[in-house]
């Protein structure tokens, strides 16, 4: 078997120099003639080691990062001899394949949804198939719908974008609509800050996304499925186009998909940039050509949704778990989860923490293994202060609560939400009351402004969150705010804003001494905040 | 007292013509024609037109709203509503300081003020010479190697406010004699 | 109209044609936009693209004067893919078969050759139509064939086949089984506030109060009698086009108009100028110095609608109470006032001795009982009954609560009768000379000879000087320019206009509207090629051609 | 019909009626403002929110659709509570200008604000919106009361099918605007004035009526427009024998509160100077009659190319004209037959109007020759 060379070139590894490090790489192979194949591949996760080159060689897999291309040469040369004796910094050296024993950020991990994510090259349909690509959606059409239905009802997959509903119910219910036609979304749309787990998977593997679409499409009876993809994100718009190209080419979409009848198409939308078409009413009425405000729930887009026809949404996450329920069976993937919530949920990791990048763990993992085991703690050294999970909508969890356990109803529990996978972890150089001050700043910008408990109330919580960062907040504030947070809590019309209090909730609960401190000392703990009268804090 | 603008006073009504008498550029038309009748395609006929004029053009929102039959006041709120859509012609370099949690943890805004400061403009605002638009972007996803700078499409990641400079720096180096 | 206004927004299926109805009747529009955004089908057929095309969601560009070969070529189909009510036509109507004979020839691809048409969009509408299909959602009443409803205007009226067409959409209707049910039937959308009651309370020149013939023996001396009377005249009298006709003649010597500008308003006003300065004596009834009043003899100042009370009954038939808002400025009197004055006038110049009650009405209040009295359709119409939704009629009696359907269970002649119907061309042709067709209407912001909405701040402001639409086509090979001069001219006169170019017109058709004294539209129409029946003229073809002024005139 | 219970009150409804309408229509207020009966809802203003039996949170009740047996309560502790913070915060960036504000008495958020006994806002005030425009004759837009419930909007586009006006960029500082804030007779505006109508607040206000009088000192009489056939009812605001501005009613049976520009701005003409105001005779036939000494004849010119001025008649009182006309008449009947005489009736005129003119025509004169521009 020939020598490969895998280089990570989604969005993380571009960032990090990954294309001058592809042309070191066939430079050098130019020069010295040595019989490899150079592969492009998505990202394997480790991206705080980005550029990262794998070279495969003998069946062994070995990764280095970071490799600039002035280390290129000297990490061939390892394999291809030559060098003139120069030694590669062990440290660069980060595994080695198949079992990655030696490189606990990825040897913690499960890998399901990202299993190919930097091992194949996401530009090639041939890789996918390799892989078993297309085989879950063979077996599915081979299946009565019900029966695909009843399988993902018992892999107890809940949505990963982060509300938890079974998504085997869902897609039972929009089953049962009688109007047709019926639409799927993909929702990508991941406009959480801090967050990266949908354009990791499209850019490394968008292949399995489709094939999760197209086995919906079965279940469910739907004919037009759209992705719903952030305009950010150019890589995985191409990486889509590309498979979506590839997957009319195959016959797995058009008329009569594989004899089985099924007709699909996909239609990508590009997101013009509005976190609120996170929300799905928003987001079908972006994809209607409206402006992206949200709608009153019933009726469910299930029973009524793009045009008023029975529409299933569900984040890539999801639908990229499907292939492998259908592959593995059900039981497997249940297997893998809690006793409420099977399988597995992909996290950006990041942060203050050491080894940062898009991990993959079995739900009911406890936080602390994410942080310490394959985060690898801190990277200042100094301690967990907390991990801040579900961005914007998310809350904090202090560090005495690592030990919970990562599911959506233990999150829950204390305040934070799973969320679609952010987590930020921070250490105590954080202000905890910046850090809920910039998470308003930000819904306070996204808010759509149709409701007014988010429309106003946001700006109005983030001016008292500003007051209390200048030094001049008050005890009255303190109430005000906590009050204000109940009021945008229940009243607004859509989860931004019932969500928005949660960073400010939850940083309360736990830190309220901070805030304490900021109110009636004057001083930031952290000393984040410039405590000057009429300065903006550095979030403004 | 805030002041209040009289943005159009009454006048005298009378049909001066067309304005859109013109035809469309035929480039506009290209995009436009081949996403005639397609009631689900508004925002991207936006997206291709932002892409192809880097940014969106008033008359231009004018024969899209003429010819897809969509009203111009939804292609309007539609314009301002999304992120990415600009009425104005940026600069040359559109550089997007990015906001998202990791970057904001890793101290982004000090390299947006550093820039802001080097560059003599705010966020959203425009160098006099044309050549660079200072933006913020709420994540480019790209939170390991945080703070993310964009410029255009490339993307820079692990900056400090200087080594940002840096990069600009070299912009101008090539682009000033040209201006 | 058959059926209410307020029915229209549940309808499944919407035809409007010869209609402007988003200018014309702005509020019925609504109606027909709230049943669109719910899922229902809107075929428009009109040449003109009128702004309601926007919403529709087919729209069929008929050529002028071509629709009814759409109409004939829509029932062929129908009745072709079996789409007919056959149940309806079995129990409800009569002369289907010679219907049916006269559709046979009328294929959609005969249709489209002369409409423009593709026979595609005309097979189609009657698809739509026939099932009462919707764009999306559900119909209100539930399954099986949908509710189509046809709205209609001056365009199909306005022609010298008017009777032809209005017959033509009613077998359209019965062919379908789409009247008497909610949210169907054939509704004419009528131009003026009280159109409908001036017919109804014997405005008419062949009619009495409630559409009693005048030839009628029986009937009309019912009315007599109820008058007080032996007899009253019994030969149909001329309609306004034929007033103008025998005044020009020397054969009528004197008129009375009251609320009526006729100098305006009527087709061929160079004739109707000659015809009324031949009048020996001519009262004018009016609210301003209008163009008929110029030539005057006597000019009576009267109360506007704001000023007086009474009632009026709209398009849908509903009797509605009027309540004055404002005094009259002056000595101005209100109409029925003047009236029963004059009658009282003419009765003592006569030496005739009446009863009292004759002329002298204590209140309209008044008036309307007597009208009850002579006019089966309003005879349970009272004031006091009025004042919360108003009437619909008939009301044949005190307690009935009014007749918002027509033709329930049965038509009011017992069976729907279907006629045959003959395609037949305009009567004025565009030639060599007058290429073009010339089409009148209405804007948006004005009403009539615009007497009122052209002194109305806002109106006149919005929408100040006269224009003709003229395709840009024609406009390119005539070089005139969007926002320009232009000169129309006729056989029967020339008027000077803006020209804007644009696609709402098709090619070879301009579109004038008529409320400007400046540029009367009606010095252009023509008073020939009359509708046989229903005598209205044809303003909506008539042959001229477009000159573009040399600059430095004006 | 859906039974349920409202604040423990049994009542029943169709299937399909929401929430809110259930309880408007059974007596029952539960404020709110974004909520219109002829719009689709949109849920924005938060005020009509209701706790439900068995639902751990309160939901708005125009947007929730009455179910069986379902348990609403409309009026709680935790609802005033909530609602209070809701208006609070309206007025965080609502001037409270009430005193001389023109929509003092009928203004839906003054209401609430006196219901809920809010002064002044709690929080810091903002304003957002600071746009006043005042482009056209018939309406002005003064964005700082503006409150977002969107109901321009949908009615511009749900009813109208307009199109006009949008909302404009988003959150805190989004507007209600015509494309790129131009004026509004740049935009595809009509002129109808429902957006007008369906504001809550003084955001829109018919110009007419802006600095004229207090909305109590008002007389509202509702008559039918004297326009086109469709015979929409119209509420006419007057003072002093004046009218300020025009609006629709929901009890309008035949359009409800929406109207046309000709309806709702066309009404002026009324008050013009150039209103007949006394009977007029002819010089020509004044001189003839003896009325005048010089004598006169009409010019030959057409009226379209020499208009024929007032100036040719003379004014007489109304026993003069009425005697000149009958004896006019009558003496042409005398001459030449009842059927030289003729009548053009109006279709702008009441029933009882036509109804004596057809009258008069066939018995005071005894012609059929009457007719009138039905068919024009």
Redesign the interface.
């Known amino acids: 078997m020939s020598t490969v060379i895998r280089i990570g070139t989604s969005t993380c590894g571009q960032a990090a120099g990954a294309e001058s490090v592809v042309s070191a790489v066939n430079a050098y192979v130019d020069r010295r003639q040595v019989p490899v194949t150079v592969q492009r591949t998505g990202c394997l996760g480790a991206c705080h080691n980005e550029p990262l080159v794998e070279v495969t060689d003998n069946d062994v897999a070995v990764l280095y990062g970071p490799v600039s291309p002035e280390r290129v040469s000297l990490v061939l040369d390892r394999h291809f001899g030559g060098g003139g004796g120069r030694w590669v910094d062990p440290s660069w050296i980060l595994s080695r394949r198949p079992d990655h024993d030696d490189f606990p950020f990825l040897a913690r991990q499960t890998k399901v949804t990202t299993r190919l994510c930097g091992v194949i090259d996401p530009m090639s349909l041939d890789d996918y198939l390799a892989n078993g690509g297309y085989m879950a959606l063979r077996d599915a059409l081979r299946m009565p719908p019900e029966k695909v239905i009843a399988a993902v009802k018992d892999s107890r997959l809940r949505g990963r974008g982060g509300a938890g509903f079974s998504t085997g119910t869902k897609w039972e219910i929009t089953r049962r609509q009688p109007a047709s036609p019926k639409f799927l979304i993909c929702n990508a749309d991941e406009g959480d800050p801090g967050a990266f787990m949908n354009r990791t998977m499209i850019e490394g593997d968008p292949h399995r996304v489709l094939e999760g679409m197209l086995i919906a499409a079965w279940a469910i009876g739907a004919s037009k499925g759209y992705l719903y993809v952030r305009a950010e994100y150019p890589l995985a718009v191409k990486a889509l186009r590309n498979a979506i190209r590839q997957a009319a080419e195959y016959g797995v979409t058009g008329k009569n998909i594989l004899g089985s009848g099924l007709d699909f198409e996909f239609v990508i939308k590009e997101g013009a940039g509005a976190f609120v078409c996170g929300e799905e009413t928003a987001l079908m009425h972006s994809i209607e050509g409206q402006r992206g405000t949200p709608s009153m729930r019933p009726p469910y887009p299930s029973v009524a949704g793009l045009w008023g026809y029975p529409t299933n949404i569900n984040n890539v996450e999801s639908f990229a778990s499907i292939p492998s329920i259908l592959l593995h069976g059900p039981a497997w993937f249940a297997a893998l989860g809690t006793e409420q919530s099977g399988g597995t949920k992909a996290f950006a990791l990041t942060g203050a923490v050491r080894a940062s990048g898009l991990v993959e763990v079995p739900l009911g993992t406890p936080l602390r293994t994410l942080v310490e085991e394959i985060g690898g703690g801190c990277k200042s050294d100094r301690p967990v202060k907390a991990v801040q999970l579900g961005g914007p909508s998310g809350g904090c969890v202090p560090a005495e609560l690592l030990d919970t356990r990562i599911d959506y109803e233990d999150l829950r529990r204390t305040g934070a939400i799973m969320g679609s996978g952010g987590m930020v972890v921070v250490d105590d150089t954080t202000c905890m009351v910046d850090f809920a001050r910039y998470f308003l700043t930000f819904t306070q910008d996204e808010s759509c402004g149709k409701c007014v408990p988010c429309r106003v109330g946001t700006r109005k919580m983030l001016g008292i969150l500003t007051k209390i960062c200048h030094g001049q907040g008050t005890h009255q504030d303190l109430e005000r705010l906590t009050r204000l947070c109940e009021t945008v809590r229940t009243g607004s019309l859509c989860g931004l804003g019932t969500t928005a209090p949660n960073p400010v909730l939850t940083t309360m609960r736990y830190f309220e001494r901070e805030y304490v401190a900021h109110v009636d000392a004057g001083l930031c703990p952290a000393g984040i905040c410039s405590m000057r009268p009429g300065t903006s804090t550095r979030a403004a | 007292m805030h002041r209040r603008v009289s943005a159009n006073p009454i006048r005298r009504f009378n049909y001066q013509g067309d304005p859109l008498a013109e035809p469309a550029p035929a480039d506009l038309m290209e995009i436009l024609d081949r996403y005639r009748g397609q009631r689900d395609a508004l925002i991207t006929v936006l997206e291709e037109i932002q892409a192809r004029y880097s940014f969106l053009p008033a008359k231009h929102l004018q024969y899209a709203s003429r010819e897809l039959g969509f009203p111009l006041a939804q292609v309007y709120g539609i314009s301002t509503f999304y992120n990415v859509f600009k009425l104005t012609a940026p600069g040359r370099y559109q550089v997007r300081v990015c906001k998202g949690t990791a970057c904001h943890v890793n101290r982004s805004s000090a390299m947006l003020d550093h820039l802001s400061e080097k560059l003599g403009i705010h966020e959203d605002e425009t160098t006099a010479d044309g050549l660079f638009t200072l933006q913020t972007v709420a994540c480019m996803g790209a939170c390991s190697l945080a703070p993310v700078m964009v410029i255009n499409d490339q993307t820079y990641g692990r900056m400090t406010p200087d080594l940002s400079w840096e990069i600009l720096s070299e912009l101008v180096a090539t682009e000033r004699p040209r201006v | 109209m058959t059926n209410s206004i307020r029915e229209i927004r549940q309808a499944d299926c919407i035809l409007i044609t010869g209609s402007n109805t988003a200018e014309s009747h702005p509020v019925i529009s609504y109606e027909v936009i709230r049943a669109v955004k719910s899922g229902a089908n809107l075929i428009l057929i009109d040449p003109r693209r009128v702004p309601l095309a926007r919403h529709a969601t087919h729209y069929l560009q008929a050529q002028p004067g071509t629709d009814i070969y759409v109409f004939l070529a829509m029932a062929h189909l129908i009745l072709r893919e079996g789409l007919a009510d056959t149940e309806f036509l079995a129990q409800r109507v009569e002369g289907f078969e010679d219907f049916r004979a006269c559709v046979a020839e009328h294929t959609p691809e005969a249709a489209a050759l002369i409409s423009g048409v593709p026979a595609e969009q005309i097979e189609t509408a009657a698809r739509l139509y026939a099932g009462g299909e919707r764009a999306f959602g559900t119909s209100a009443f539930g399954e099986g064939r949908g509710h189509s409803t046809i709205l209609y205007a001056m365009g199909i009226t306005q022609r010298s086949i008017g009777t032809q067409l209005v017959q033509m959409l009613a077998n359209l209707a019965m062919l379908t089984g789409q009247v008497g049910k909610p949210s169907t039937g054939v509704n004419p959308l009528r131009g003026q506030s009280n159109v409908q009651g001036a017919c109804d309370v014997g405005g008419l020149p062949e009619y009495l109060p409630g559409y009693q013939r005048v030839e009628d023996d029986v009937k009309r001396r019912q009315v007599a009698q109820a008058w007080g009377l032996d007899d009253l005249p019994s030969r149909a009298g001329l309609t306004v086009v034929e007033m103008m006709h025998a005044a020009a003649e020397g054969k009528l010597k004197a008129m009375y108009v009251m609320g009526e500008n006729p100098l305006m308003s009527d087709p061929d006003l160079q004739h109707v100028e000659k015809a009324l300065r031949n009048l020996d004596f001519l009262v004018v009834q009016d609210i301003f110095f209008n163009e008929t009043a110029q030539l005057a003899h006597v000019i009576l100042p009267a109360a506007a609608s704001l000023e007086k009370d009474g009632t009026m009954t709209n398009t849908e038939r509903r009797v509605q109470l009027l309540r004055p808002v404002v005094r009259a400025p002056g000595e101005a009197r209100p109409d029925w006032s003047i009236l029963a004055e004059v009658g009282t006038r003419i009765d003592r110049r006569r030496a005739l001795e009446r009863e009292v009650e004759f002329w002298e009405f204590a209140s309209t209040a008044d008036v309307m009982d007597e009208i009850a009295t002579v006019t089966p359709i309003y005879r349970g119409v009272r004031h006091h009954r009025l004042r919360q939704a108003g009437l619909t009629w008939p009301v044949p009696d005190a307690r009935h609560p009014g007749t918002p359907t027509l033709h329930v269970g049965t038509f009011s002649r017992g069976k729907g009768q279907m006629l045959p119907v003959t395609a037949q061309m305009p009567a004025e042709q565009p030639d060599a000379e007058y290429p073009l067709i010339l089409s009148t209407g209405r804007t948006l912001y004005h009403y009539h000879s615009g007497t009122m909405t052209r002194r109305s701040e806002g109106l006149a402001w919005r929408e100040p000087r006269s224009y003709a639409e003229i395709n840009e086509a024609d406009a390119a090979r005539l070089g005139a320019r969007d926002g320009g001069p232009i000169v129309i001219v006729s056989r029967r006169g020339q008027v000077r206009t803006q020209a804007r170019v644009g696609k709402r017109v098709p090619a070879g058709t301009v579109f004038l509207s008529f409320h400007w004294r400046e540029a009367p539209a009606n010095l252009l129409t023509h008073d020939f090629g009359l509708d046989p029946k229903a005598k209205i003229p044809e303003y909506k073809i008539c042959a001229v051609r477009v000159e573009v002024p040399k600059r430095g005139r004006g | 019909m859906i039974s349920l219970t409202l604040d423990g009150r049994a009542i029943q409804v169709q299937p399909g009626t929401n929430v809110l309408q259930a309880a408007l229509s059974n007596g029952i207020h539960i404020p709110h403002l974004c909520h219109h009966p002829d719009l689709r809802?949109?849920?924005?203003?938060?005020l009509c929110?209701v706790e439900i039996g068995g639902r751990p949170?309160?939901a708005?009740a125009?947007?929730l659709?009455a179910e069986e047996g379902m348990a609403v309560t409309t009026q709680s502790e935790r609802l005033t509570e909530?609602r209070r913070?809701?208006i609070d915060?309206?007025v965080?960036?609502h001037p409270l200008r009430c005193v001389t504000c023109d929509k003092n008495g009928v203004c839906a958020l003054q209401r609430y604000a006196y219901d809920y006994g809010i002064s002044e806002t709690?929080?810091?005030f903002?304003?957002s919106r600071?746009?006043?425009?005042?482009?056209?004759?018939?309406f002005v837009r003064?964005h700082?009361y503006c409150?977002?419930c969107?109901r321009c909007t949908r009615v511009c586009?749900?009813?109208?099918?307009a199109?006009?006006?949008?909302?404009?960029?988003?959150?805190?500082v989004?507007h209600v605007?015509?494309?790129?804030?131009?004026?509004?007779?740049d935009?595809?505006c009509?002129?109808?004035g429902n957006c007008v109508q369906v504001c809550p607040v003084a955001a829109l206000m018919p110009r007419g009526r802006i600095g004229m009088g207090r909305e109590w000192e008002l007389e509202h009489?509702?008559?039918?427009?004297?326009?086109?056939?469709?015979?929409?009812?119209i509420d006419?605001a007057?003072k002093d024998?004046?009218?300020l501005y025009a609006q629709g009613f929901p009890?309008a049976?035949?359009?409800g509160e929406?109207?046309?520009?000709?309806?709702r701005?066309?009404?002026?003409?009324?008050?013009?100077p150039?209103?007949?105001?006394?009977?007029?005779?002819?010089r020509?036939?004044a001189h003839r009659l003896g009325l005048i000494d010089d004598p006169f004849s009409?010019p030959e010119e057409?009226?379209?190319t020499s208009?024929?001025g007032?100036e040719n008649?003379v004014p007489v009182d109304?026993e003069t004209?009425?005697?000149?006309?009958?004896?006019?008449?009558?003496?042409?009947v005398e001459?030449?037959g009842?059927?030289?005489?003729?009548?053009?009736?109006?279709?702008?005129?009441?029933?009882?109007?036509?109804?004596?003119?057809?009258?008069?025509?066939?018995?005071?004169?005894?012609?059929?020759?009457?007719?009138?521009?039905?068919?024009?």
């Not at chain 4, 109804?355 to 059929?368: A, H, P, S």
Request: proline share 3%; with cysteine.
């Open positions: 809802p949109s849920g924005g203003c938060r929110m949170n309160p708005a125009c947007g659709l909530m913070e809701i915060l309206f965080s960036d709690s929080f810091d903002e304003l600071t746009l006043y425009q005042d482009d056209n004759p018939m003064d700082q409150i977002l969107g586009d749900e009813i109208v099918g199109n006009a006006i949008e909302i404009s960029g988003r959150g805190f989004s605007a015509t494309p790129f804030d131009w004026a509004m007779s935009s595809t009509v002129f109808c009489v509702r008559t039918i427009c004297g326009y086109c056939g469709v015979g929409c009812g006419y007057a024998g004046k009218i009890e049976v035949v359009n929406f109207l046309c520009v000709k309806g701005f066309g009404w002026d003409f009324v008050g013009n150039e209103r007949l105001t006394r009977p007029l005779v002819r020509d036939l009409l057409s009226v379209f208009r024929i007032v008649f109304w004209a009425v005697d000149i006309v009958a004896g006019q008449l009558l003496g042409t001459a030449h009842p059927d030289a005489v003729a009548g053009l009736t109006s279709a702008r005129c009441t029933n009882e109007d036509n109804y004596l003119f057809q009258k008069l025509m066939r018995v005071g004169i005894g012609t059929n020759n009457i007719d009138h521009c039905a068919r024009l």
